[in-house]
């Protein structure tokens, strides 16, 4: 069973610090998604990573693709308030037949 | 207005009774897919549809039946619910144009059921 690890699963940090959440396998993926969800609504796609190595940047949001492509992460500059929400990551290809997701990291940024 | 809509956003049911969540997506997306979200597993695949009369089983499919007899829906039905049922789902279709598992999913708001 392919398995997406998050960490951490919890963040509670302050308004104007940097964060970063990782999302860890040991299986390759052919990409790999990430997603923010807030209360009472579903994830949203933020950014999809294709190329082992791949940086993408989302105004604050810096998102890394591993050079093996088995890892991936999400690096906030200077968090603010509303960032605050469940992020999700979800890997695809790699041998599993469907789009795995990790169990996801919960940001609170406390202004 | 374009998008996808769930329905009923809430619902408490007993268990043993049938109960059905709605999914409709004005895209004409070809994929379309159920989720259910629990604390500590994350989002997993119930069942999922490539085009209209064309479903298959996901990670966690036993104790529900989907259909697909239009393209815009896809109603997940829990033939007799169980408490172990309880969660909150997600329907959410994709349009496939970069493969099955890397295209984007465009998630609903979700239908927060409780079985007694």
């Known amino acids: 069973t392919q398995l997406l690890k998050q960490s951490p699963q919890f963040l509670s940090i302050q308004e104007g610090e940097n964060l970063t959440v990782y999302c860890n396998s040991s299986?390759?993926?052919?990409?790999l998604q990430w997603y923010r969800q807030e209360p009472g609504e579903g994830p949203v796609l933020l950014v999809t990573?294709?190329?082992?190595?791949e940086v993408k940047k989302l105004k604050r949001l810096t998102f890394q693709f591993g050079d093996a492509r088995k890892d991936s992460s999400l690096h906030i500059t200077a968090a603010q308030p509303g960032d605050t929400g469940l992020y999700l990551c979800?890997?695809?290809?790699?041998?599993?037949?469907?789009?795995?997701f990790g169990q996801g990291t919960r940001l609170t940024i406390n202004p | 207005d374009a998008g996808i809509t769930q329905s009923p956003r809430y619902k408490i049911t007993e268990t043993g009774r049938q109960v059905t969540l709605m999914c409709h997506q004005t895209?004409?997306?070809?994929?379309m897919f159920w989720y259910r979200q629990d604390l500590g597993h994350g989002l997993r695949l119930i069942y999922y549809?490539?085009?209209?009369?064309?479903?298959d089983k996901g990670e966690v499919p036993d104790g529900y039946v989907v259909s697909r007899s239009k393209t815009e829906n896809f109603p997940l039905t829990l033939e007799s619910a169980t408490r172990s049922q309880t969660s909150v789902y997600f329907c959410a279709s994709s349009d496939g144009t970069q493969g099955r598992y890397n295209s984007p999913l465009h998630f609903g708001n979700g239908t927060r059921l409780t079985v007694t």
């Open positions: 895209w004409s997306h070809s994929y």
């Open positions: 990573v294709v190329t082992g190595g």
């Open positions: 979800a890997g695809a290809g790699g041998g599993a037949q469907k789009l795995v």
């Open positions: 549809s490539a085009a209209a009369d064309i479903t």
């Open positions: 299986s390759v993926f052919s990409s």
